[in-house]
């Protein structure tokens, strides 16, 4: 079987295809059907938490697959309860309320659907190299042409303005705004982190003029240190969206509003058939257990400050500029990512691109010191090999 003949010929041509077919995964590593072993510092972009083949996960899913995979949210559920409480031990006093999907596209939706209900209002806010995923709704909140343009009309009455710049959002900011949605570090457009005073500014402004603010934290969610971002801003939003790292991999979302949303929402008039299966919440469920186990936020604050000060003691002529939060970290070049990530793939280490101009780090939240020294070995010979000369 020519796994990339069969795909190439068979997909809708929608991604930039590597030149790899990934077959097993075990922790941080990844294997490919040639044998060959890979170094994973992408987890899917940003989805295997824990690593690949987890014990605990494999168990939780075989257990609850033989006991109950469906169980549509017209019906209660033991499991969902159980994953329910204990995520509620995670989240801060002001969200409460939960509703769950299966995707981070769909967990943007239904903010935005949630917010215009709340208020009554249709204005939506969002930022400049925004990204909240490719359905509609969702898609009308990205900041990038390239997503937008082949798809108009998008959804009317959204506007993006600069990330990082309070006044020119307080400008924006009317009493007929719905909502300002935005990511706390900025994932797709190359790992932009908000300056501090930058989210307590917003969760002022938008209090103000009484509309809800929305926080992304798809790709933040359980990556930065702590479960949220937003908890290093000491600032809690009025939705939060999360769904890459909840599952470990397994499609799940969320969103999560405060008691007073949640009370403003007409009821039955937003649904999902597959959100909040009890396969889904056990997964989910094992995630929350596992990183609390294993101290695993802890793990990820200090092997993020690790990664990041190695990263930017590289003194690499390529390099621009390194930035990051716990373990979301770009490497900005003065060149296009492309060739020092198929060099990296070559010699053995996974990682994204992010933005024209930025190499990504996601790794598991289990990485450890011996990986990523190993990383920064290889990293710096990629970076001369590529014998960049400064323009
Ligand atoms: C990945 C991502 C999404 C979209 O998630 P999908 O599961 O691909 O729909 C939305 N928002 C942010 C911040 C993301 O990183």
Redesign the pocket.
Known sequence: MDIQQIENETLVPMYAKRDIALVRGEGYYLWDSEGNRYYDFASN??VNILGHSHPAITNAISQQASTLISCHQSFYNDVRAKYLQKLSEKLPEGLDKVFFC???????EAAIKFARAATGRSRIIATKR??????YG?LSA?ADKKYREPYMPLVPDFEHVPYADLEALERSLSEDVAAVIL?PV???SGIYPAPKEYLAGVRAATRKFGALLIL?????GFRTGKYFAFEHYDIVPDIL?L??AVANGF?M?LTITSRDVASRLPAGTHGNTFGGNPLACAVALVVLEEIDRGDLLSNAANMGAYLIDRLRSMNSPVVREVRGLGLMIGVELKDRPTKYLRLLQERGFIALPAGATTIRFLPPIVIDQQAIDALIEVFEEVLTAQNFVRS
């Open positions: 972009y940003g299966n995707s981070g596209t769909e967990s943007v925004g990204y909240h995923g490719r359905t969702a990205t990511e900025q994932g797709e992304d934290e798809v790709q933040t969206c769904s890459k499609p979302g």
